[in-house]
């Protein structure tokens, strides 16, 4: 499936599946906000999510409680 022109929420973008995620919806168009335990993972969520051209809003929360 194919989205475009949204903004979707990804918990655990900072590594893996949920980077991986986050750089594969922003090369498609969507901005990102991005959600994670470690600020340093999220720099690096951001400039992969800028560099495809898209917004990215990070956030360092745990959402487990």
């Keep these: 499936m194919k989205l475009s022109r949204n903004t979707i929420l990804i918990t655990g973008s900072g590594m893996g599946i949920g980077l991986l995620t ?7 168009g969507n901005d990102i906000i991005g959600v994670d ?3 340093n993972l999220l720099k690096k969520t951001k400039e992969v999510v800028e ?3 898209q917004k990215f809003f990070g956030f360092v929360c745990d959402i487990s409680n």
């Design 51 to 53: 560099g495809a051209g």
């Design 37 to 39: 335990l470690d600020i």
């Design 22 to 28: 986050a750089e594969q919806l922003a090369k498609d």
